[in-house]
């Protein structure tokens, strides 16, 4: 099969989160099961940097776009798969990230410049940019990408069009007058289209008109279809709910693996796992907290948004202080967030160490020396920290709600001893049962035993992306077949 991968990021080019990580890994994946799948990203300034060789291979005359926009071509860098770069200066050679500016704000001309990106895509979709080339199926994946299966949807000889929802909280929702301003066909303005409560949403265009919807996991595929998770489309997706499958992340683990993973000092495996004393003597060294032999050490990897739970582990810092545990955060994002960090760094100085800002090597290190993670997320999507934790024998402690549900085995007396216990879970979104959960952490922590069992058994897991590449590859030929 031929396939068109559409993304707004991909690792290692450019990166903002976990759907840079599937971006990166997934193609390559399929790729290796001998289908012909191109990957296609905006050529944002820092992945002209990033991308080396590169050729011009089309050009092309966008509608509503003044300039015209480039098609270039290379491969993405650490595999072989072939590479489309969207070049439009005017919209992604700037500084700052995909969708926000150096400080943090929204690119005002953001629907602007995904439309743009959504344009483009349709052009190589339908063969229309004259690289001879034309897909069986495009998989599009978030809001950037959602006007694709909306322009796809109208005619007979396009290819298919799948829709991965990665993150529903995100839905590129703009006023009348920008959509006004996009030059979209107006009977897009509906609800039976991509209006939603008096805005135009760039996500609907993708649920409501993609041939089949996935999205990270099992469990969040059940529950976006549930108010408490559907953020205002639950109906749309209940309704959907037979073109709709959840497939769980994979991880890649030539880069995730403790046993060859040259940005730690020390690798390990399941049989060397002393050496992660090392890595965590590291980690203290770097936030410059001191050595505390029994105290574990808790690690967080984290955008730092209300979606993560973060003010909950904030609100549980002086019980944890008290317990003689430490805490090594790396992340950025809501400013209030931050601070609060930084005043508990402050406050519980050989307790606490914050880092703000992205570091893909520390992430590493972090993963490498720690001894438990914590993710109390309010809702995730799948979750990629908690997997790579797993395979590094940090033991991670998770709200259980979508992909962390799925992937983290609660510790209890019966799966202890069935050696199935990889973690610890917690139902509630609450100061009170993160508190339970990691009270129980700790506890167990203190029982060499059982905790080298929930480690080893950690380690074991297998989250590589071969079965999950199988499943859309599965899936996309179902697709075809109609
Ligand atoms: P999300 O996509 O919601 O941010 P995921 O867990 O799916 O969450 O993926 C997050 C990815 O981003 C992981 O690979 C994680 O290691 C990485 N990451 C998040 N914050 C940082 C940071 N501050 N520095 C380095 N890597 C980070």
Request: glycine content about 8%; overall charge negative.
């Amino acid at each position: 099969m031929k396939i068109l991968f559409a993304s707004s990021e991909a690792h290692p080019l450019i990166k903002t989160g976990g759907l840079a990580d599937v971006s990166g890994s997934l193609p390559r994946a399929i790729l290796s099961q001998r289908q012909d799948i191109r990957l296609v990203i905006p050529a944002y300034r820092q992945v002209l940097e990033r991308a080396g060789n590169l050729a011009l291979a089309a050009y092309l005359k966008l509608d509503g776009v003044p300039n015209p926009v480039r098609i270039l071509s290379g491969r993405l860098p650490g595999g072989n798969v072939k590479l489309y770069l969207v070049d439009s200066p005017d919209h992604f050679d700037r500084a700052g990230n995909p969708y926000t500016t150096r400080a943090g704000n929204e690119w005002t001309d953001n629907a602007e410049r995904f439309a743009v990106f959504c344009r483009a895509i349709h052009a190589l979709a339908v063969n229309a940019a004259g690289l001879d080339w034309e897909p069986d199926v495009v998989h599009c994946n978030d809001w950037q990408t959602g006007l694709v299966p909306a322009m796809l949807a109208d005619s007979d000889t396009a290819p298919a069009s799948i829709f991965t929802i990665h993150n529903l909280a995100y839905q590129g929702q703009y006023d009348w007058k920008t959509f006004n301003a996009l030059g979209l066909p107006p009977e897009w303005w509906s609800m039976d289209a991509m209006e939603f409560h008096n805005s135009f949403s760039f996500i609907k265009g993708g649920l409501v008109f993609a041939d089949w919807l996935t999205t990270v996991s099992p469990t969040y595929a059940e529950e976006i279809c549930t108010s408490e998770f559907g953020c205002g489309l639950e109906g749309l997706l209940g309704h959907r709910r037979n073109k709709l499958t959840g497939i769980l992340n994979g991880i890649d683990y030539s880069e995730w693996n403790p046993g060859s993973d040259l940005l730690v000092p020390i690798q390990y495996n399941r049989r060397s796992l002393f050496h992660k004393r090392e890595n965590k003597h590291a980690i203290l060294e770097h936030f410059a907290l001191p050595r505390k032999e029994d105290a574990p050490l808790f690690i967080i990897i984290s955008r730092l948004v209300e979606q993560k739970g973060i003010d909950l582990v904030i609100d549980i810092l002086p019980y944890l202080v008290k317990q003689g545990a430490q805490l090594a955060v790396l992340g950025s994002g809501d400013k209030a967030i931050e601070t609060a960090l930084r005043k508990a760094a402050r406050e519980y100085r050989e307790h606490v160490g914050i880092q703000i800002g992205y570091d893909e090597t520390l992430a590493h290190l972090l993963e490498a020396g720690g001894d438990l993670l914590l993710m109390p997320s309010r809702f995730e999507p799948c979750g990629l920290n908690q997997i790579y934790s797993l395979r590094y024998g940090t033991v991670p402690v998770v709200r259980s709600t979508g992909g962390l549900a799925d992937t983290v085995v609660d510790t209890t007396p019966e799966t202890l001893e069935a050696k199935t216990a990889t973690g610890f879970c917690f139902q509630t979104a609450s100061t009170a049962a993160l508190w339970n959960a990691v009270q129980r952490a700790i506890k167990q922590y203190r029982e060499p035993e059982g905790w080298n069992r929930i480690i080893d058994t950690g380690m074991r897991q297998d989250f590589s992306w071969k079965r999950s590449a199988e499943r859309y590859i599965d899936l996309y030929r179902q697709v075809l077949d109609g």
